[in-house]
Structures are given as structure tokens and as C-alpha cells.
């Protein structure tokens, strides 16, 4: 028998969608301690009228998974569930809330109306055992009138949710599946000639409309100055009946597509912004107010000046945030069917007649809801739903009830419906093709046409899964060389990984059968909300005062729409305020003969730094006054035991520092005496010393990228770079069943300066291959490594590699080897720090210090990197009792190819011979 919630139907009982006001009416809150009961399947045997007092709490908004009942689940694409809409499984876990309210004595008259803003995914609703009405659309507000059903003394609200129904064949976004009255519920009073829904219209130029059902009076704000994410001017509107006044925050903007052109009251609107998901590692989808505001905080602090709220309305607080403090928002339709793509579509509810009225009902519960919100400049049909009718409808009607904002989605691949052309993970070409207007024609010349005629932005690009992503600043070169090119919105502001058991955890910790691992942890933000360096690296690249030495002089850059610089201030590395007029907005200015260090400072904030290239590269001061050279310490062949001591060795592999030591002549120490390989480095016993060509895949690594076939790790790995076996006595490291690998020279010696160390590496056989980095590993006992402290000269604070290092800048840097590695929730390659010139190692036993001849790529780390390899979270890293320096000659690129283009061959470290010289001292 076909269960209510497999009935595709909209809301019933519910009614019509309205906007979101403040009013002077009454509210109360039922968000608090409810009573629970949980059911692993819809039969729960419980009575609506049962006030279950006996029964668990829970709280309201959450997550029932997230409390002990049933257990998260992630899927990305595929359903959990088989493909057979609108039914869904046997086991069909359900909760029943039940919470005494009474109506307030002071709300005489009018109607009482029950809100729900979020429950997943299906749920019905009693008062005192009568039945009130039923509703899906799990991130969408739905409201019932209770009026008839409240006695004025404790009345015994019932909610009945289940965690499928069909409304889950429309909600496959990649998430956990997580279910409950997870937002906020209320009871609102309506009182009689009220002022239930407005809708008003603020245009830049000044113009106001409010439209309401029943006559209201309003002033008219003076003087008002237009709204944008850069100055978000907001006038509060009064509103009145004799019955109720409401509030609402206007911002006074005008969205229009002009030609091929995205304007915001008629300048051109770059989205520079991020996709943004409900979720935080503890409690999910059910985010406080708190949390929403400092995300919003951070996005802004990071440059950020567009959210598309992926793949649903967000709560409508988080809006008035993004009204508030400046950020223009995609309104998502909480519409996804993307499973139904790999069944090549079939079935596919959008375009199914059938959905045609709960397609309709989600759109007009989303623009109804946020009309008002001045921070919302775009319609967004849904996401990843194939194409069809109902995406069709819906198109049509929310222009034809809004047609103040242009309608965006990007599986309308043809622009039949929609205002702005959109992609989603471009390659650089392809990107750069729709720039110039020369895309690949569609069949149908009249679309073709209309589709090269819109603006084009990228609704997701730079997959921020793992380290990564790398390759940002090309896309940012493309947008900025083409008006047509709107900006775009990096995939996604914050991993989704949950916290349990003091863990990250991510798809298969929960037991999934079907799952899709760390695919939902691929955000800018660390689930504790740390910014990770990709999030840094992003927010240096879409600074809106852009900072470029060009010879002597500095390139000023104000890529502001609306706001000059004057409030801007540049100054010298020496904190000398440089002579520099207000520049206009989206104009430059050429300060000739800059100091080589300059700073661009907004209230206290850096927005932008630039360092004169010969920063870059500066040679090595090596053995600085103040140190000992390192003869003084004991310098001894090592002894077999110490030789064989090989358990601390990278990947196992049998170190042989000391060979080559006689090979004489490739390594390249003009003059000093020769020596065998030291048994330690000043404070620290070194205990081996190895080739090193390999590094704990990244989840980018992992994969081959839109324009690849084989990823990075897959040709490391048939290369054998995981695998490298030492053969001494002919200095060389090659893999089991081939002939390639490299060949390695080390000699050391004794120089007035310090120790010396040259190494000279070799690829050997024919080899094309990209390499994750080249150079060598040290092993050096210490207690403690995460506490030794890391300094160095060179590109920081924060890692970087070629592809992604924007946000670092020449200098100085130093921190604790423990903080100086990212702890990204699945453990991988990170740390490095590039363009290094010299570094330290300071223990309590003494400090070592390193400098090179030439620039080097460091990274230090309290373990190994097969540890670093084989750990699947975090926590599983532990640190023994030695020190890994991975000094290499160049490194590759992260790129974003786990959902995007592979590292650019400009990110790709390839050199066919590689020659390290080191000095080694001590104090
Ligand atoms: C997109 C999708 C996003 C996310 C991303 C990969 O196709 O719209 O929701 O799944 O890929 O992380």
C-alpha cells in the first residue's frame, strides 16, 4: 500500500508561501526540549493525541542522527535508496516530537499559525490528535493555521517525521543524509487586518515599490545611497496597519543582464564567492545564528563578496546577515535529482508532469520567503536535476513574479530558460573560449546565439577537497581579461566532516553500505573552522586593491565597482605611508619607484602585499655570525647498528647517506675535506638520510582531472616513486621490475663555513613524468618533534607550491613543527614552504641551521610520510621521537583535479637532474 509519504503531492493543509517579516505581532518560539521517540520504521505505533511524557527528549532544531538515533549518512550522487520513485524502503526511520503549547493570553483575536523553516524529510502534524496537515521540502518554511485547533490551555502538538519519502528523490544534493526538525519552529499570532506578505522593490536608482495584500501606510526613506556587498546600505521600512506595523531592511540595487554583461546598479558584478552548505561539524545541517554570523564574518574578512547557497534556501537569518554585511547571494531551490543521471536520466522527476505542482510549490516557497532580501540577486532554479519541464515552469513563473532578478541554473545547458549562461568546473580553455564568445555552437542556431549573447559564471569552480585547490590565480587572469565572465563560486566554503568519538568522520565511518568517503569534506573552512591556506590563497587572489610590481614600479589596481581607495592605506615594509591619490574605482594607478615591500591596509586589514621579485630568490646567507660551525660536533662513520637502525627510515627503504661520498667530482664541493655521513647534525643524531621523490597523494593527486585519463598518483606510482629500493654501491634508488629511477651522489664535507652537504640527483631512463618532489629526506632523532621550532627565510607563513602561492609572502617566518602542519581531516602531503633560502631547527639540545645555495622546498614534519600516507583521519597521526626534513630542489602542484583541471604543466616540477648544496650549522 502506497504510504502518505510516497503520495507526490506539495504541502496539504499548509498555506500559501509568504515573505519573511519582523513584526510587531506575536511570536514564540517552540524551539527547546521536545519529547522524541524514535522508529526504525514508519510504524511507530504511536497516538498523536500521546503527549509521550514518559517518552526520550530531543532537541528542537537538530538532527536525530546526531543524538544517538540511527546514524548519518553521506552519498554524493547515488541514492541510498533503490531507484524506484516515489516509493521508498521498508526501513524508513521515523521520529515523533510531541510538545505541550498553549496559546499566549495577550494574542486576542486573529489567527494562530504554526512555522516550520526545516524538516527532513517528510513529517505530519496534530493538535490534540486532529490532524493539521503534512508537508515535504526540507529546507523550505511551511506554515499551517492552527487557529481552530488551540483550547487556550496546554494543547499536545504532534510531529511526525520520516526520513524518506518521495520528496527525497528531489533532495540528492551531496550531503549527509541527515534527518529531523532540524530549523526553527514557531507559533506566530496574526491578528486581524494584519499585514501578511509585501513585497517590495528597491532599485538603485532610488525607487521604491511595496505592494501588500491590505492597504498600508509607509514613509519613504530620504536621501538613500544605493545597496551593494561593497557598501551595504540598508534603510529600515516601516510598515503599518492599524493592527500591526512589520520592519524590513531595505537595500535600494538594481540586477540587470545587459548584453553579455552582469550588472549591479550598472556596473559590472563579479561574483567573487564561495558555494555555502548548511553545516557544522556538531550539529549538522541545524546551524546556530552564531555560527552563520561568523561565517559570514569570515567570508568577508577573506574578500569574499558572493555565496550561492548550495543546494537550498538557507535559513532566512543567514540572508539578513548577507543584507547586513555586504555579500550577494544565489538563492538555490532546494531541487536535486542527480542519482537519476546515472541511470541516464530515466524517470527523472524534472520532467515528469506528475512533479509539476511540487516543482512549482518548492520555487514559490523560496522566492515568496526571500523576495525582500536586497542581498539576493539571483534565482536559482535548483541543482544538478537534468533538464525538463517542470525546471521550465518554474523558470517561467518566478520571472513573471520577479522580474527584478535574472534566473540562473546550470544544467540548462542551452540557456532556454534561464538569464545567465553557467558552468560549473571549466577547464581554463574552455573558460577563456566562453570569455572570447567562441564556444562550440549549439545544434540550434537561434540558441546558439541567444545562450553567446549572456553573461557566463562559474556556479562552482576550484574543488577546495584536501590540499588544494591549486591553479586559482589563472582562473581569476581568465575572468579579469573578459567582461562576458561574471566571476564564480569556489566548491565549497566548509568541509562537512562530523564530529564523533572526538573525531572528523566522513562517508564509511558510520557504517555505510553505500557511501562516498571524503567527497563531503572539500571545503575552504577545516570543520572546526579554521581557514585552511586555500582559503588564504583565494582571499589573496580575489583582493579587491591588487598589488603588481611592474620593473620599479607598482601597479595599484582598485577592482572595486563602487568604493575608490581613499580609505586605503599603502605602506612600505619600514611602515612609511606611501604618497598614494584615492583611486577610482575599477581604474588603476602606476606608483613609480615603490619601495620593494608595499602593503595595502583597510581598518587594519591587509588586503593586498607586494614584494619586488629579487625578494624572491635572495641568496642564502649562509653561516650567520653567532653560530659554531659544525665541526665541532662529533662527525663518525655510523656503526652497523646505527646503519641498520633503518625503522625510522621513510617507506622503509634502507638508507645510505654515506654513499658516493667517493664518487667524487658530480657532487660539487669546490674545496673542504671529504667525510662519511655524519652520525649526527648538531643537536640532532641523524638517522638516515634517503632520496626523496614521493609524497602522500593528495586527494587532488588522486584523481585525473577533466583533462587527464591517469592521475598524478597513478602515474607516480607505475613509475614506482612509492617504491624505490636503495642499491648503495651504485647510488642508486629505482623500483622492483624497472630500469628507471634515479641515480644519487651525496658527498659530504668540512668547510670553514660548517658541515657541507651536496647531493646530485639524477632521473634515470626516459621519463616524462611530473615528480612530487625531488630532493632528499633527513631523519633526525629528537624528543618531541612537533615542539621543535621551525624558522626559516623564505615564502610563509603559511605553506605553499607553485600553483598555489598567493596568500605567502618573503620573509621571515617561524612556528613549531607541529603548527606548521595543516591538518587537513584526510591526512596528506601539506607543510611544504617554497623559495626557502635558509632555516632552523631549534630543540632543547640546540638549533640547527640550514642554508642553501639556491632556493629550496622544505617541509618538516613529526612523522613520516608513509605514516602520513597510510593515515585515513587525522587523529591517527601519531609522532614518534624523530624529525623528518624533506628538503627538495622543486616540488609539483596541487591543481583541483578531484573535481576540476588536473596542475598545469606550469605546476609540474619535471627537471631531469636536480643539485642540492647545503650548509650545515650549528649554535
Ligand atoms: C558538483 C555538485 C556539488 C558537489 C561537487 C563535488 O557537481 O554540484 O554539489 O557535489 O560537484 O564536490
Sequence with gaps: MTAQFEIVEPPVGALPPRARLNSTAGVLSLDGTWQFAWSPTAETGKDPADPGRTWDTLPV???????????????????????????????????????????????????????????DSWFQVWVNGAPVGRASGSRLTVEFDVTAHLTGGDDVLAVRVHQWSFGSYVEDQDQWWLSGIFRSVALLHRPEGGIDDLYVVAGGDGSLSVTAPVPVRFTRPDDVQPWSAEKPALYRLLVSTDAETVSLDVGFRTVTVDGDRLLLNGKPLVFRGVNRHDIDARTGRAVSRARMEH??????????????????????????????????????????????????????????????????????????????????????LGNEAGWGRNLATNAAWTSSRDATRPIHYEADEECESVSVYSRMYPTYDKLEAIGRGAEPALADPERDRRRRGLPMIMCEYGHAMGNGPGGLADYEAIIDAYPRLAGGFIWEWADHALLSDGSYRYGGDFGELVHDGSFVVDGLLFPDRTPSPGLTELAAIITPVRLRFDGDDLLIENRWSFTTTAEVVFASAAGEVLDVPPIEPLTSYRLSDAPPSVTATLGGKVLARAQRPPALGAPARSGASGRERLGGVVISQPSREQHGDAGVDDAGREPFGDAGIDAGGRGGAAAGRSIPRPDRLGPFPLASVALDAWRAPTENDRFPGWDGKVSMEEQWRAAGLDRLIAAPARGRYQPAGLDSGFEIDYRWSIRDDGLRLDVDIERLGEWRLSLPRLGIALALRTPDPSSVVFSWLGLGPGESYPDSRAGVWFGEHSMTVGEAQTPYVVPQENGNRSEVSRMSLAAPAGTLHIAGDSPFDVAVRPWSTAALESARHADELVEDDVLWVHLAAGVTGLGSASCGPAVRPSGQYRAARAQLGFVFTTS
Excluded at 61 to 80: D, I
Aim: proline letters at 11%; charged letters at 25%; hydrophobic letters at 30%.
Design 61 to 119: 532544531p537538530s538532527h536525530w542522527q546526531l543524538h544517538g538515533y540511527g546514524s548519518p549518512a553521506y552519498t554524493n550522487v547515488r541514492f541510498p535508496f533503490p531507484i524506484d520513485p516515489p516509493y521508498v524502503p521498508q526501513d524508513n526511520p521515523t521520529g515523533e516530537y510531541r510538545r505541550i503549547v498553549r496559546r499566549p493570553a495577550d494574542w486576542r483575536g486573529g489567527r494562530v499559525l504554526l512555522r516550520f523553516d526545516g524538516v
Design 295 to 380: 561565517d559570514v564574518a569570515l567570508m568577508k574578512e577573506h574578500n569574499i563578496n558572493a555565496v550561492r547557497t548550495s543546494h537550498y534556501p538557507p535559513d532566512p537569518y543567514f540572508l539578513s546577515l548577507c543584507d547586513r554585511y555586504g555579500l550577494y547571494v544565489i538563492d538555490e531551490c532546494d531541487i536535486e535529482t542527480h542519482g537519476f543521471g546515472l541511470v541516464g536520466w530515466r524517470g527523472n522527476p524534472s520532467d515528469d508532469p506528475a512533479w509539476g505542482p511540487v516543482y512549482l510549490d518548492r520555487m514559490r516557497r523560496m522566492v515568496e520567503r526571500d523576495k525582500n532580501a536586497p542581498s539576493v540577486v539571483m534565482w536559482s
